[in-house]
């Protein structure tokens, strides 16, 4: 699924539980991070996050299920670019033009991802 669908399907929903639900969903679409991947753990993340890179692209895994939808919108959001792309792009704005409803401690951990991707 790309960006631009999710936040389609995110900007219909004007229930703040029922969007959590899709995330939670999109969550259970990541894919599998392969076995030659490069992992980084997220340091700032209430849940464990790693980020993987291949030469293919990136990968991510969570232990949380809303963490692992809100880790497969950030990837939807970099799929296809280069790294000089990601760190140009403004991925904390439009993540916040999601609109989703998420305590201190998830928001801190999207930060903590987003600075990540942005130090690549």
Do not use: H, W
């Given at each position: 699924m790309t960006y631009g669908e999710i936040k389609n399907i995110l900007m219909?929903?004007?229930?703040?539980?029922?969007?959590?639900?899709?995330?939670?969903?999109?969550?259970?679409?990541?894919?599998?991070?392969p076995e030659n991947a490069i992992c980084s753990e997220i340091v700032?993340?209430?849940?464990?996050?790693?980020?993987?890179?291949?030469?293919?692209?990136f990968y991510a895994r969570a232990d949380?299920?809303?963490v692992r939808g809100i880790v497969a919108i950030i990837l939807a959001m970099i799929?296809?670019?280069s790294?000089?792309?990601i760190k140009n792009m403004d991925l904390k704005s439009e993540f916040d033009a999601l609109n989703l409803t998420l305590g201190?401690?998830?928001?801190?951990g999207v930060n903590s991802m987003?600075?990540?991707?942005q130090n690549l």
């Open positions: 219909g929903i004007n229930d703040p539980a029922m969007k959590l639900e899709m995330v939670m969903d999109f969550g259970r679409q990541l894919k599998s991070v700032g993340c209430a849940s464990y996050v790693e980020f993987c890179r291949t030469k293919d692209g949380s299920a809303l799929d296809g670019k790294v000089t792309e201190a401690g998830r928001l801190n987003i600075r990540f991707l």
